[in-house]
């Protein structure tokens, strides 16, 4: 089945100690999200990417990096996690912008 | 910026209760989703519906452009549509969905 997939699903990371999230598409989708879901809250978008074209929300902190190598992956960096970065990271993607989005079962950071 | 407001916040039903939730926004709507949050955290989409009216199985959903609204009804509810239900809206195809706030439901036995 076509899907959209994260690893890992659980990641207990330091204080200041980078971290790589990792997502992958098999749905062939051009557009790739990147949303920070903390506990009670609405998912808050970080990024996308729109094939090759990165696109960054304005608000986004500096500590946010993302990859797209390909089609089919999308990474997540945290140069230097802080406590307030500890939340769920969710993927998810679209055929085209405006489309209808698939999210992967997410990833929930930890931050000691 | 594009407002979503749901409501309620919270709502606990019997089974076998029907329930409706509703979204408004305050812009003008191209894009138009209700997705479901189960408790392991997976966001399902469940209608792409900036207009008109959808069903799938048990759900409906029913998006009023003109009257900036959107309402998504749950029948014959059971134990597993315990969740979130997120309405997220977006006023093109070139700019990002905006989540509410989500309704947090809960099917009792």
């Known amino acids: 089945d076509a899907m959209v997939i994260q690893n890992p699903r659980y990641q207990v990371t330091q204080f200041g100690k980078p971290v790589t999230l990792s997502c992958s598409q098999t749905?062939?989708?051009?557009?790739m999200y990147w949303y920070q879901q903390k506990s009670s809250q609405a998912p808050k978008l970080l990024f996308h990417y729109y094939d090759k074209d990165f696109n960054n929300e304005a608000d986004t902190p500096d500590n946010f990096q993302s990859r797209r190598p390909n089609t089919s992956f999308c990474f997540l960096d945290i140069r230097s996690p802080g406590l307030g970065d500890a939340a769920m990271y969710l993927c998810?993607?679209?055929?085209?912008?405006?489309?209808?989005?698939?999210f992967g079962p997410g990833t929930r950071l930890t931050v000691l | 910026g594009i407002q979503v407001e749901q409501s309620p916040p919270d709502l606990i039903l019997q089974e076998g209760a029907n329930s409706t939730l509703r979204c408004n926004f305050s812009d003008s709507v191209n894009n138009l989703q209700w997705f479901h949050q189960n408790p392991w955290g997976q966001l399902i989409n469940l209608f792409y519906i900036p207009s008109g009216t959808k069903q799938n199985g048990r759900l409906s959903a029913t998006t009023v452009a003109t009257e900036r609204y959107s309402l998504l009804y749950i029948s014959s509810s059971q134990t597993t549509d315990s969740g979130v239900y997120f309405c997220?809206?977006?006023?093109?195809?070139?700019?990002?969905?905006?989540f509410g706030k989500g309704t947090r439901l809960s099917v009792i036995a």
């Open positions: 998810a993607t679209s055929r085209e912008g405006g489309a209808t989005q698939y």
């Open positions: 997220a809206e977006a006023n093109s195809g070139n700019t990002p969905l905006v």
């Open positions: 749905l062939n989708h051009n557009v």
